[in-house]
Each structure stands twice: as structure tokens, then as C-alpha cells.
């Protein structure tokens, strides 16, 4: 009986969706079967990648994946996960051949025969050859305990099978939902949490409306820790409390029978209205006159007229 060797497990998928279903990965040393990504082919193409922990799960469909050899559950290193979230090298494909991991920073290029000019396609022989003989395109590698030897859990046996949008939504551990949204939907969009059951205890799905990402999240509720479920007493305002008004009558002043007459007088007798006084307004002060010039003084000598000679007084002979 001849025995059929099984084919070693090869892959490349895209490391942005792997990177995003690390999201879930067990920390726990005694659930080692837990502390990496599995990933198994789809019949419509592609691979699923899958992880979780025990109280959360996500499954990612990348439709683009190459996968041969069956299902592995890969556990990235440190320096692999830092890689991955360095945005500034950010690589686009994880390549597994054997037991070897690389990172793939971009895509090779070929040249088809008889086209006179380059394309970009996506090889993927040249991808998997990369582990072996690394070039430029290689970002980081992983050369040992990239598979991890365990049997992964059947996921789908806790995957809900219906979805009820009228029931109770139950109580959750906020890091956890935080984190497993940001896998699913980034930053910029939000994500929804729909119930399985009436019974808040069950599980719960998790979805967003990032079209990038093609997957889905499962979370399990905590216990109440909280029996809130109202607006606190101190948001609602109290109704306004009106006040009778009470009218005080004053009674009249009676007279003084100790006043003095003139006094009394004085009192009964009207001042008259005077009117207000003037406010006393300051006068202008009349122009500076301005002095004359002082004429230089000038002195005028009179001679004194001459006598005329006195004529005689000669009357004529008629």
C-alpha cells in the first residue's frame, strides 16, 4: 500500500486582513492551540482567517488568498507584529511556505509574451519562493515556530445562527468590544452589535460598515454588574415650585401726641417744589487784548517864525 505524502502548507494572503484578525489572539500559554491565526480555505475561493480567545471571535474572508496543503494556525513573532503595524512599510502579503514566514512589501512584476509593456500582477509562485530566496521585497522573515502543532477548535459551533434585532443587547468588557470594532471597522466607521437570543446571556455579533473588511466579530456578554437601566435622578429636572404670593397691608402711621406744636407744624405744612437749581456753568474768559506796539519816541524842534518888518502905515492922499 503505497502512503500519500500530504503537500506542505503554502498560502499568501493579504496582510493588512491578517494583521486585522490578530486582533483576537489567546495570550494564555496553556491554550497554545489559541496563540495564532488559523487559516483554512474556502469552497468559493480564497481563505478564512480565524482567531479568538474564548470570549471573543472574528472571521475574515480574504477572497484573493492563495492557500494549498490545507488548514495551519500561524503565530507571528514579535518582530512580525511590529512589522505589521508599522503603517510606514506597511507589507501587502504574508507568504508561508514550509515552515518558513515572510513578508512580501510589494508585488512582483512580469512581462506576459508579446505585450510590449509591464503589468502589475500578482504571481504567486514568485510570492511563495520568497522565504527561500528573499530579495528586496522582503520586509521581515520568520524562519521557525511559524506552525503551530494543535488542533484548532470548531468555530462554527459558536457562531449564532440567527439574528433578532428586537432583543436586549447584554453587558460587555469595553477594551474588549473596542478592540475587536477597530479590527472590523477602523477608525473613521462605527460598528454595530446585534443579539442572537432574547436571553442577553448569549452570544453576540459584531459588524461594521467598513466595506474593506469582509468578516464578522463574535462576543460573549459579561455578568451585570449593573442594575441601571433608567436616567439617574439627578439628570431630570425637578417642576417648578410656585410660591404663594402674600400681600402685607401697612397699617397707617399714627400721630405722636408727644410732638412738639412746632413740630407739628412743620410737618403739616407743604414744602413747596422748588425748582432744581441751575448747574452753574463757568463764563468764558473774554480774548487777551493785545497791546500796542510801542512807537519809538521822536522829538520835534519848533524854530521859532520870523517878524515880518513893520511897514509904515502910509495912507494913500485921496
Known sequence: METVTKPPFRCVVNADLFRRAMCCISKEPTRYYLNGVHIEPHKDGGALLVSTDGHRLIVIRDKDAFIEGGTAIIKPRKWIARALDDKSTLPQFIVVSGAT??????????????????????????????PTKPDKNVGAMQWCDVIIDGKFPDWRRVVP??????????????????????????????????????????????????????????????????????????????????????????????????????????????????????????????????????????????????????????????
Open 101 to 130: 514566514l515572510a513578508l512580501a512589501s510589494e508585488t512582483p512584476t512580469i512581462r506576459k509574451p508579446g505585450e510590449p509593456y509591464i503589468k502589475h500582477v500578482r504571481d504567486n509562485d514568485a510570492l511563495l519562493a520568497l
Open 161 to 318: 445562527k440567527q439574528i433578532i434585532d428586537d432583543a436586549p443587547i447584554g453587558e460587555f468588557n469595553a477594551e474588549q468590544l473596542r478592540s475587536l470594532g477597530a479590527a472590523l471597522a477602523g477608525v473613521a466607521r462605527g460598528t454595530r452589535v446585534l443579539a442572537s437570543s432574547k436571553d442577553a446571556g448569549h452570544p453576540h455579533f459584531v459588524f461594521s460598515g467598513c466595506s474593506e473588511v469582509d468578516g464578522f466579530g463574535i462576543i460573549m456578554p459579561m455578568r451585570a454588574t449593573t442594575t441601571k437601566s433608567a436616567i439617574p435622578a439627578w439628570m431630570i429636572e425637578p417642576e417648578p415650585v410656585v410660591e404663594p404670593v402674600v400681600v402685607v397691608e401697612e397699617a397707617p402711621a399714627k400721630k405722636s401726641a408727644n410732638l412738639a406744636p412746632e413740630l407739628a407744624a412743620l410737618i403739616k405744612k407743604p414744602v413747596k417744589n422748588r425748582a432744581p437749581k441751575k448747574a452753574a456753568t463757568k463764563k468764558a474768559a473774554p480774548p487777551a487784548r493785545k497791546k500796542p506796539a510801542r512807537q519809538a519816541a521822536v522829538t520835534v524842534r519848533r524854530t521859532p517864525a520870523k517878524k515880518s518888518a513893520s511897514k509904515p502905515n502910509v495912507r494913500k492922499a485921496r
